[in-house]
């Protein structure tokens, strides 16, 4: 049975830090594409990043290129996501995906966390 799940949610401040993790198990994490996506209440779940099997190559949303970084321990079977420099606009559910394709769509994804609450105050 896979399971994605994420933790590090939380609040922050304006201009702070939080660092997202999302441990995978039960699929063989090499073989995965790993995403992070995010959905604030009322709007559509959006792309946030995505990292390649061996960690070499990462894309981010345009919007979010700077501030956030993906990276991956695949001795850990386990993604991160450091937030830097928040924003009020960053509050949302984040959600942690593997998929089997370089891919900025949340439709390609096979496997799904629950999402990890952040929320960022001004």
């Known amino acids: 049975q896979v399971q994605l799940v994420e933790s590090g949610g939380g609040s922050a401040q304006a201009g702070g830090s939080l660092r997202l993790s999302c441990a995978a198990s039960g699929l063989t994490f090499t073989r995965f594409y790993m995403g992070w996506f995010r959905q604030a209440s009322g709007k559509e779940r959006e792309f946030v990043a995505v990292?390649?099997?061996?960690?070499?190559?990462?894309s981010y949303a345009d919007s979010l290129k700077g501030r956030f970084t993906i990276s991956r321990d695949n001795a850990k079977s386990t993604v991160y996501l450091q937030m830097n420099s928040l924003k009020p606009e960053d509050t949302a559910v984040y959600y942690c995906?593997?998929?089997?394709?370089?891919?900025?769509?949340?439709?390609?994804?096979?496997?799904w966390g629950r999402g990890t609450q952040v929320t960022v105050s001004s």
């Open positions: 995906a593997a998929g089997t394709a370089w891919t900025t769509s949340a439709k390609s994804y096979n496997y």
């Open positions: 990292i390649n099997s061996n960690g070499s190559g990462a």
